[in-house]
């Protein structure tokens, strides 16, 4: 403790919900907030000054101050992780290497210090519907996934390795740990705008379709977007992480997903909507189309996809958790500061 405050540390605490989660625990006052990060430039687009400490380093160094901070904290939250798919098929081995390697020195870490973890997964574990229609479990869903040579499952496969090495250390007594599944988050300062078309790597669907809306380019479904999601405002998920980190007694070694299952909708649907309320916001008419591409035409051979990602959020409802952003209102809120935001800037030559 630190004069009276929790000190979490938050491990990847520069990303995009890193930088939301830190805003949210330098706002509450009863926490100390030290990241550890390569860049901290979406922390300050996001956090007033003063909110955390940083530190600026890659973990993957030998110097790298993480066994440091771990030892220091009060409980560990891990958010390192490549977390775009494009990423799974440019570069499947370096996603294992982070992912699970060097998230499971961190476990370790966590085990010498006798500190608890707090690990975020992904719903990319729970794999495919397999045709089922109910909403996804924690603790009863089989795992599906697609075949070896589809290697968009290699990330899910190293998360997923990571949460059974966790689950089995809980059982044998060694770990506290939580594990937070989340139904894609979307809010301010998500993955990164695309100014120009040919850059490496591709964001995930909504920075993507906000990109094209701004820079007037096609709106690319992939496989015609017959793909449903359920879309989750970061300011209500970020209240349902805070509630795993206040009642980290209740949920001690339990997996729990972070979702919002009334907001689902097609990802074509979606690109009609963002267009929709782009123009509304907008004031004038989006020039974007909205075009179909094959997944091997915009991601490379070996992506696949899940056709319906639902989760059961039980566990966090009982727990008092309501997400209050409806899908229009979360759409409208997240397009609205980009609009804000990035609207004057020129396109480069």
């Known amino acids: 403790m630190h004069h009276g405050k929790t000190t979490a540390a938050l491990l990847g605490g520069g990303g995009f919900i890193g930088s939301h989660l830190v805003k949210r625990l330098a706002g509450d006052g009863g926490y100390r907030a030290v990241c550890l990060d390569i860049s901290e430039e979406k922390l300050k687009k996001i956090v007033p000054a003063g909110g955390y400490e940083f530190h600026a380093c890659d973990i993957r ?46 476990a370790e870490s966590c085990m010498r210090s006798r500190k608890p973890l707090v690990q975020f997964s992904t719903c990319e574990v729970y794999g495919k519907s397999g045709g089922k229609s109910e909403p996804f479990n924690e603790d009863k869903t089989d795992i599906i996934m697609g075949p070896v040579c ?81 879309f989750t405002h970061i300011d209500d998920a970020v209240e349902g992480i805070v509630l795993c980190l206040k009642q980290f007694d209740n949920f001690r070694n339990q997996i ?59 566990k966090l409802s009982k727990a008092g958790w309501k997400p209050r952003y409806g899908l229009h209102d979360t759409m409208a809120d997240i397009i609205g500061y980009y609009l804000k935001n990035y609207r004057k800037i020129p396109k480069q030559n």
């Open 61 to 106: 160094r030998d110097n790298s101050p993480a066994e440091e901070i771990i030892e220091q904290a009060d409980i560990v939250v891990d958010l390192i992780a490549y977390a775009t798919p494009s990423l799974y098929l440019e570069m499947p081995i370096e996603v294992v290497k982070l992912n699970f390697f060097e998230n499971l020195k961190i």
């Open 256 to 314: 729990v997903n972070v979702g919002n299952p009334e907001n689902e909708i097609s990802i074509r649907d979606l690109a009609h909507l963002m267009r929709d309320i782009y123009e509304k916001l907008g004031g004038e008419k989006s020039l974007s189309q909205i075009k179909e591409v094959t997944g091997a035409q915009y991601y490379g051979p070996g992506y696949d996809d899940c056709d319906r990602r639902i989760p059961d959020i039980t």
């Open 150 to 230: 589809k290697q968009r499952w290699i990330y899910s496969c190293a998360k997923q390795l990571l949460e059974r090495m966790l689950y089995a250390w809980g059982e044998e007594g060694s770990l506290d740990y939580l594990i937070i599944r989340p139904f894609n988050f979307i809010g301010p300062e998500m993955d990164y705008v695309v100014t120009e078309e040919e850059v490496q790597g591709k964001p995930r669907v909504f920075p993507e379709f906000i990109s094209a809306l701004l820079f007037n380019r096609p709106m690319k479904l992939v496989d015609g977007g017959s793909s449903r999601r359920t």
